[in-house]
């Protein structure tokens, strides 16, 4: 028993620095993350799905704190959801418990690692481990498993002269299930043809986001962001 | 009416066509000479359409050959058809169509140029110029008819075929179809092949004539000769005929009696004895009813018709 | 030649069931296009439900390509039908109206009637398919515009830019109208052999209804005879909203296409050289 009781205070122990520095790095990413109240920036989005024959498309993507974005475009454009809605501010809830768990190189960069698991029942994302740049104040990697679309990497590749800490390309890695496509529409009198790939082999794919010509802070409108 | 030429128009030999087991024409031969109207007689069904058919090259021979203005009708099949002129059995249009349009369609691949004007002529010949605007599907089967021979009229043929031009015409149309073709041969020296079913018909128009029957040939020469045979058949209806037959045994008349059926006796004798025979018959108390001389071809076409009937 | 391809041209517009295949698209084809009007939304939902679950997309995917796409895809089946209603009646509708003796008793060759008739039949097939493309392309283009095109081909979701798309439209419908034209060859075909327009009209329907149901069924023996159904290559005009193009394929497919076309017109002038014409 008393074993047990000394087991618990070592652990607490233990964990209590780590959350402490988890939540400290996360805190100063938000700070960080905060300069900048809201943009608009140029992408040009490059799909690579197995399933999913895109062509390059551009867009633009509009931000304003906290959490409201929006994706444009003249014509068509596609971004997986949690590319487009992941952003440091999210972190700023504090709905999760992090844990920092060790430093890494990354890309011959020194990062610290912090395990982010959120806190009740309505996320979709049951762990995420991030790699955030303590010196940069910067996320460079979040790594997520989610209840229904897999997993899902997301890297992020800062300029060196920019002072906001927005990316400028990022790198979307899933693995998600085959998908069931709707057949209405589809009927071209062949039944679907029978694939090199093993039928529920779950799908790869990529998606990069290069973003240009940032317009940080000139206080975008509202209704921007409304849908018509 | 003799042959006015001796030219051969249509020539065919040998010519037979069958279609699976049935025999339609049988070692066909028949010559038509430059003006005649050629009479083609036979009961229904007897090959007359087949052979017509086959001289506009609708159908193909099993054998034998056919010439046309001295030409191979299978090897210069283009030329010859260029001038005939032609109805096969009934006439046939695009009913949705007005009948001008018809014409239209046909002259433009008679071979000729053929104007709007001669195309009213040709209604006009046939009374239906008024009508042609009308769709040929409002016209009745004697408009057709007459449309019919506008048609073979149009691009002015040497050699014209009808094939049966009075059937379903009324007794006044019967004679205006004749008399338009008593016009195209006197006036306009064209060769006409006529065929028919009907005897009449065919000793009002033609000059020579052939029988066909189940696709041979039966009778053929020139239409007057055969129609004036001398030899009768004729027949006498008598009260009792089993007395008359006593009467005539022993006598020259047995042998010229042909066929006896009930109280009728049928003889094959010349115009002149027909008074004698009756004498006789009085004389031994055989009552004659009646004496109706037929004439044998008449006969033979009536028994042949029957058959087929 | 050309006069007896305008007299054939003359009588296949001078009827009454020439304009029922006008007809018929004229009326789906807005139909199509009301419908899309108020439902097309969801049919776009619809199509893309999965791949909203993991994306975010924006655009004009509800515009003229899209519905045109879905028209050529839900017609191929039924245009055949109102092609044969004039194909199959070109041969035997003269025989019924007995107006082979009209027109064959003339100085033509029947070599070249045969084939008058068949490029009028062609000609007709061909303005069919460009009415369809008429009536789907440009008329949609005024009501929806244009944009992208999604479809869905077998399992896989294809998004083509808006500029890439005309091309690939003008390559199906011609490939359509070469595909039509076969089945306007065997209804000739079949109109030849027999004297009443229903019969060619009836069986090439089955021939393709039949065609088109041992294609569908996925049993290997069935599956193995499918590439010498020549119905599998009418809607071969699909290989043009494939990314990439095989272009290969499709010249395959037209070699098929134009041996069909020439082995039933072919067989028509041989059957029609010979034919005893007996109506």
Partial sequence: MKKMILLIIITVIEIFPQQKIADELINSVIANFNTVKDYEVDVEIKVDVEFLKVPDSKAKIYFKQPDKIRLKSEGFALLPKEGLNFSPSVLSKKDYTAIYERDVLLNGVKTSVVKVIPIGEQSNIILSTLWIDPVRKLIRKVESTTKTNGTFVIELFYSDNFKYPLPEQMTFTFNIDKMNLPKAFTSDGNPPKKKKRMPDAPTKGIVVVKYSNYKVNTGLADNIFEEH | ?309 | MFTLISIELYKIFRKWRTYIGFIAIGILVPIIHIAMIYEGKNTIDFMTRNIQQSFIFVGNLLNTYLISYIVLNSLTVHIPFLITLVGGDLLAGEATAGTYRLMLTRPITREKFVTAKFIAGVIYTNLLIFWLALMSLVVGYFIFGVGELLIIRGDMIIIFEKEDILWRFVGAYGYASLGMTVVASLSFLFSSLVENAIGPIVSTMAVIIVFVIISAINVDLLQSIKPYLFTNYISSWQLFFDQPVDFNEILKSIGILILHILIFFGATLIIFRRKDILT
């Avoid at chain 2, 193909?60 to 058809?81: A, Q, T, V």
């Avoid at chain 2, 005897?199 to 129609?227: C, F, W």
């Fill in chain 2, 1 to 309: 009416m003799k042959s006015v030429n001796s030219e051969l128009v249509i020539e065919i030999k040998n010519l037979s066509k069958s279609f699976k087991n049935l025999i339609a024409v049988d070692n066909l031969n028949i010559n038509v000479f430059q003006g005649d109207v050629f009479g083609f007689l036979g009961p229904n069904g007897a090959g007359k359409s087949t052979t017509i058919r086959m001289l506009l090259t609708l159908i193909k021979p099993n054998k034998g050959s056919i010439k046309i203005f001295g030409k191979d009708l299978f090897k210069e099949r283009l030329s010859i058809l260029r001038n005939i002129g032609a109805i096969v059995e009934k006439p046939d249009f695009y009913g949705y169509l007005p009948a001008i349009k018809n014409l239209e369609i046909v002259s433009k691949i008679s071979g000729h140029d053929i104007s709007k004007k001669r195309i009213m002529e040709v209604l006009e010949l046939v009374g239906l110029a008024e009508r042609y605007k009308s769709k040929v599907k409002t016209f009745s089967h004697g408009m057709k008819q007459r449309l019919g021979i506008a048609q073979a009229l149009l691009h002015n043929p040497d050699l014209i075929i009808l094939d049966e031009p009075t059937t379903g015409l009324d007794p006044m149309g019967m004679k205006e179809i004749r008399d338009l073709i008593i016009h195209l041969s006197r006036d306009l020296k064209k060769t006409i092949f006529l065929s028919s079913h009907i005897l009449y018909e065919v000793e009002q128009v033609a000059n020579r004539m052939i029988i066909i029957y189940k696709g041979t040939a039966r009778v053929e020469g020139n239409v007057k000769d055969l129609l004036n045979a001398t030899n009768l058949a004729v027949t006498f209806e008598v009260n009792d005929s089993e007395k008359a037959k006593d009467i005539l045994n022993e006598t020259r008349w047995k042998e010229k009696l042909k066929n006896v059926s009930g109280q009728k006796l049928e003889f094959n004798i010349e115009n002149h004895e027909i008074a004698s025979l009756n004498k006789y018959f009085v004389e031994y108390g055989v009552d004659v009813y009646s004496i109706i001389p037929t004439r044998s071809l008449e006969e033979y076409f009536l028994k042949i018709t029957q058959e087929t009937n």
